[in-house]
C-alpha cells in the first residue's frame, strides 16, 4: 500500500508539474517516467521486481492495471480513424523491425563478440527479438540457448533491457515534437509567417482528460473493465485448450472495440480519466524498473551490454524515423511504431494517448502483437548471424 502511495503521488505531482512553467511541454507521460526513475534510485520504492524480490504491485499494474486501463481508453475510439492509420504504420513497424535486425548484428560487431563471451550470438538474438517485439521473444531466445543459467550475463541483459527501454520511450515523446518544430522553421524560413509552431502549445491537451464522474457511473466503468478482463483470460484459456494460441490482449482489445463503436459507449463517462491514470501508474513503473544500482554492480559486463543495446537501438531509430523525415511520414506514427517495436503494444498506446493521437491507439496494439509473432523468428535469425 505504500508503494501505490508513492507512485500515485508520483502521478499527481506530474499532472501537477504538466501544468505550470517549464513542465508543461514535458507533458505527464515523460514526467511520471522521470520521477519514477528517481524515485527508484533514491531508493523510495524498490527498483524493479524479481523472483527472489518480488513486488506485488508492481506486478498487479503490469498484470491487470495496464491492459484494464487499454480497454477504457479503447472505449472512445472510432474504427474509422484507425483505419486512416493504418498501411503506413505498418510499413513504418517493418522498417523499424528491419532497422533492430540491423542495429543489433552491426552493434554486436562494433562492440566485440568476444567482450560478451561466448553466448554472445545468443544475447544479441535476446536483443533483437525484445526490440521487434518484446520480452515474450527475449526470453524464448534465452531459454533456447540456455542464457538464463549463466546468471549474471542473464541478468545484467535484463537490467540493461530496463534502462535503454525507459530511455527510448522519453526518446520517442520528444523526437517527433523536435522533428515537427524543425519542419515549422524550415516552413517559416521559406515563407515568412507561414507555417505552423510545433511548439506552441502541449502535447496534450490536459483539460480533454477531464470528466465528471459520479458513484454509479464509476462503478459501472469498473466493473465492464473487470468483467472484459475476466472474459478475454477465458476466452484464451478456452483457445489454447484447443491448440490455437490467442492474445488475451487481442480479445480485450476487440472487445472494447466492439463496445466503442455502440450508442451506449457515449454514456461510459469516466472511462478515459481511469484509463490515463492506469497508464501513468504503468509507465511510473516503467521508470521504477530503471535500476542504476543493479547497472552499476554489473561493472564491465553492464558498460558492454549498454553500449551494444544503445548502438542497437540508435540504428533503429535512425532508420525508421530518417525514413519518415525522408517521405514526410507522420512523425507521431512514426514513434508509435518504433515504440510498438522496443517497448510493445502496451508501451505503444500509452505512447500514442500521451501524443494525443486517438487514432493511433489500436494500430500501436496491433503492431505490438504482430511484434510478438515475427520478434523470436528474427532473434533466431541474428542469433544465427552472429
Not at 524480490?53 to 508492481?58: E, G, H, L, N, S
Not at 506552441?200 to 469498473?222: G, K, Q
Not at 492506469?278 to 553492464?302: I, S
Request: aromatic residues 8%; charged residues 10%.
Amino acid at each position: 500500500m505504500t508503494i501505490l502511495v508513492v507512485l500515485s503521488l508520483i502521478v499527481g505531482g506530474s499532472e501537477w508539474l504538466a501544468r505550470r512553467g517549464p513542465f508543461r511541454h514535458l507533458g505527464s507521460a515523460l514526467l511520471v517516467i522521470l520521477i519514477g526513475a528517481l524515485a527508484a534510485n533514491l531508493g523510495v520504492v524498490p527498483a524493479g521486481s524479481t523472483a527472489d524480490a518480488p513486488v506485488p504491485v508492481y506486478d498487479a499494474i503490469f498484470a491487470w492495471v495496464a491492459p484494464i486501463s487499454l480497454f477504457f481508453l479503447l472505449l472512445s475510439v472510432n474504427l474509422r480513424d484507425v483505419l486512416r492509420a493504418g498501411v503506413p504504420l505498418v510499413l513504418l513497424f517493418l522498417v523499424g523491425s528491419i532497422g533492430t535486425l540491423v542495429g543489433t548484428v552491426v552493434a554486436m560487431r562494433l562492440i566485440g563478440a568476444a567482450h560478451v563471451g561466448p553466448l554472445a550470438g545468443a544475447v544479441a538474438g535476446m536483443y533483437a527479438g525484445t526490440y521487434t517485439g518484446g520480452s515474450v521473444n527475449f526470453n524464448a531466445v534465452a531459454l533456447h540457448y540456455g542464457v538464463m543459467q549463466d546468471g549474471v550475463l542473464y541478468g545484467g541483459a535484463v537490467v540493461v533491457d530496463n534502462i535503454v527501454t525507459t530511455v527510448w520511450i522519453a526518446a520517442t515523446l520528444a523526437i517527433p515534437r523536435t522533428m515537427a518544430a524543425v519542419w515549422a522553421r524550415r516552413a517559416r524560413a521559406a515563407v515568412p509567417g507561414d507555417g505552423p509552431d510545433a511548439t506552441a502549445a502541449p502535447i496534450v491537451d490536459l483539460a480533454a482528460e477531464t470528466e465528471a464522474v459520479d458513484p454509479r457511473r464509476l462503478a459501472v466503468i469498473l466493473a465492464l473493465g473487470g468483467a472484459a478482463f475476466v472474459v478475454s483470460e477465458w476466452l484464451a484459456a478456452r483457445a489454447a485448450v484447443l491448440g490455437v494460441t490467442v492474445p488475451s490482449i487481442l480479445i480485450l482489445t476487440t472487445l472494447a472495440l466492439v463496445i466503442a463503436q455502440l450508442p451506449v459507449a457515449r454514456t461510459l463517462v469516466g472511462a478515459r480519466v481511469l484509463g490515463m491514470y492506469g497508464v501513468y501508474l504503468f509507465l511510473t513503473v516503467v521508470g521504477v524498473f530503471c535500476d542504476l544500482h543493479a547497472f552499476g554492480r554489473l561493472g564491465t559486463l553492464g558498460a558492454v551490454l549498454l553500449g551494444f543495446a544503445s548502438i542497437a537501438v540508435a540504428i533503429h531509430g535512425t532508420l525508421i524515423f530518417g525514413v519518415a523525415w525522408l517521405f514526410r511520414m507522420d512523425l507521431a506514427g512514426a514513434a508509435v511504431a518504433s515504440q510498438a517495436n522496443v517497448g510493445g503494444g502496451t508501451s505503444a498506446l500509452a505512447l500514442a494517448k500521451s501524443l494525443g493521437r486517438e487514432d493511433l491507439l489500436v494500430p500501436g496494439i496491433l503492431l505490438g502483437s504482430l511484434g510478438n509473432a515475427i520478434g523470436t523468428f528474427i532473434g533466431f535469425l541474428v542469433a544465427g548471424l552472429v
